[in-house]
C-alpha cells in the first residue's frame, strides 16, 4: 500500500468539463509519448526495414569490422608514427594503400549509416539507437581521420 500525497489525491476526472484544459497542459506540457509511457499505451514508432534503429545497428556492425581489425592502427603507427621503421614498407605500399582504402571506406560508410539513423529518428527513436548512432559517428569520423592520415604518409612507390 502505497501513502504517497499522489495516491491519495481523487483522480476522478470525470466531473470536469471535456473542453478544460489538463494540468500538464496548463503547466505547458504537451500530451504525446510521455503521457503514452504513463498511461502503459504503446506509442507510433516508425519501424521496419528502413527504422532508424536498424541503419544505428548497420552502422555498429560496419563500425566493428573496422574498429576490431588492428591491422589499420598498426599501419597507421608504422607510416605516420614511426617513419625511421619503415623495413620494406616501399615494397608493400600498394597492398597496405589497398587495406587503408578498405578500412577508410568501410568507416565512412558506418558513418553515413549513423548520421542517417540520425537524421530518421524522432522524438520516438528508441534511446538506445540514437547513443549508438551518435557514437558511431565519433568513432567512425576518427577511423576515417587515421585512414585518410596513413594514405597520406604512405612511402612513394615509385
Given at each position: 500500500m502505497n501513502t504517497s500525497p499522489e495516491d491519495t489525491q481523487p483522480t476522478d476526472?470525470?466531473?470536469?468539463?471535456?473542453?478544460?484544459?489538463?494540468?500538464?497542459e496548463e503547466e505547458g506540457g504537451t500530451s504525446g509519448a510521455g503521457d503514452a509511457f504513463l498511461a502503459g499505451t504503446p506509442t507510433s514508432?516508425?519501424?521496419?526495414?528502413?527504422?532508424?534503429?536498424?541503419?544505428?545497428?548497420?552502422?555498429?556492425?560496419?563500425?566493428?569490422?573496422?574498429?576490431?581489425?588492428?591491422?589499420?592502427?598498426?599501419l597507421f603507427g608504422?607510416?605516420?608514427?614511426?617513419?625511421?621503421?619503415?623495413?620494406?614498407?616501399?615494397?608493400?605500399?600498394?597492398?597496405a594503400s589497398v587495406e587503408i582504402v578498405v578500412a577508410g571506406g568501410l568507416s565512412a560508410l558506418s558513418v553515413l549509416a549513423a548520421a542517417?539513423?540520425?537524421?530518421?529518428?524522432?522524438?520516438?527513436?528508441?534511446?538506445?539507437?540514437?547513443?549508438?548512432?551518435?557514437?558511431?559517428?565519433?568513432?567512425?569520423?576518427l577511423l576515417v581521420l587515421v585512414s585518410v592520415l596513413t594514405y597520406v604518409s604512405l612511402p612513394a612507390t615509385g
Open positions: 476526472e470525470s466531473t470536469a468539463p471535456e473542453d478544460a484544459p489538463t494540468a500538464r514508432s516508425p519501424s521496419g526495414l528502413f527504422s532508424a534503429e536498424t541503419f544505428s545497428l548497420v552502422g555498429v556492425m560496419m563500425l566493428a569490422v573496422t574498429a576490431l581489425n588492428t591491422r589499420l592502427l598498426q608504422l607510416f605516420t608514427v614511426g617513419p625511421d621503421a619503415r623495413f620494406g614498407a616501399a615494397e608493400n605500399a600498394a597492398a542517417l539513423s540520425l537524421f530518421l529518428g524522432g522524438y520516438t527513436t528508441r534511446a538506445w539507437s540514437r547513443w549508438t548512432a551518435a557514437a558511431t559517428v565519433i568513432v567512425g569520423t
